[in-house]
């Protein structure tokens, strides 16, 4: 059974431009959950959907933003690069979005420096 | 919000046994899990809490106490491998996942 998977796995970028991440849940999982994770901070929850709706959202500025689409795969943006955006993101899904024992699984990550 | 607190780093020699401590304060409560992280991997699961108490799993071992926003991770028999941070993640009321900062956890020979 194939994990949760990213692409890219590195993406360069400079101020001011928009990234695009993409996450793969595991087959049979509705939630997909993004995580923004800085060198040497721990993982900040960014986003968090399930059944194609957001259902909640981290602290960030409005410029971070995604969707789920129909096959439960999900796409994070984030507009207008700042330096601080340099980070790892990375994806989880689980099976249940309201479960109570219901574990993440996460991808491998894409690595995003802004230049 | 979360306020998740754990220490930085620790280090301990192989065969030896070490406990992390997950302190948290939450609105509301559905759940403590901790993870590993290897440097450069992605994190993957380890153990999971709801009620108070000790739960076991092979060398790993993990405590709640609900009452005190406390947890641990015991680890036994520490081997090599094990050298990774190790992140507590507290599942909130609106069943978010909040995660602390991490223990770097470094095994000596």
């Known amino acids: 059974e194939a994990g949760v998977t990213q692409s890219p796995t590195h993406l360069i970028k400079t101020r001011g431009q928009q990234a695009t991440l993409r996450c793969s849940p595991i087959?049979?999982?509705?939630?997909v959950y993004w995580y923004q994770q800085a060198l040497g901070l721990g993982l900040q929850f960014l986003l968090w959907?399930?059944?194609?709706?957001?259902?909640n959202r981290g602290n960030f500025p409005p410029r971070f933003s995604g969707r789920q689409f129909p096959n439960y795969s999900s796409e994070l943006n984030v507009n207008a690069l700042e330096l601080e955006d340099s980070a790892l993101y990375l994806c989880?899904?689980?099976?249940?979005?309201?479960?109570?024992?219901?574990?993440?699984?996460f991808g491998s990550g894409t690595q995003l420096s802004v230049l | 919000g979360q306020n998740i607190d754990q220490p930085t780093e620790m280090t301990a020699t192989e065969g030896a046994i070490v406990q992390i401590n997950c302190t948290y304060q939450?609105?509301?409560?559905?759940?403590l899990f901790w993870y590993q992280q290897h440097a450069g991997e992605a994190p993957t699961f380890l153990s999971y809490?709801?009620?108070?108490g000790l739960e076991e799993k092979g060398r790993f071992s993990s405590f709640l106490s609900r009452s005190k926003g406390y947890s641990y991770l015991l680890l036994k028999e520490l081997q090599m491998k094990d050298s990774a941070s190790y992140l507590c993640?507290?599942?909130?009321?609106?069943?978010?996942?909040?995660f602390g900062a991490g223990t770097t956890v470094t095994v000596r020979a």
């Open positions: 989880a899904s689980s099976r249940i979005g309201q479960g109570v024992n219901e574990k993440l699984f």
């Open positions: 087959s049979g999982h509705t939630s």
């Open positions: 959907y399930d059944e194609g709706e957001e259902r």
């Open positions: 939450t609105s509301g409560f559905n759940g």
């Open positions: 809490n709801v009620l108070d």
């Open positions: 993640a507290v599942r909130g009321g609106d069943y978010k996942l909040s």
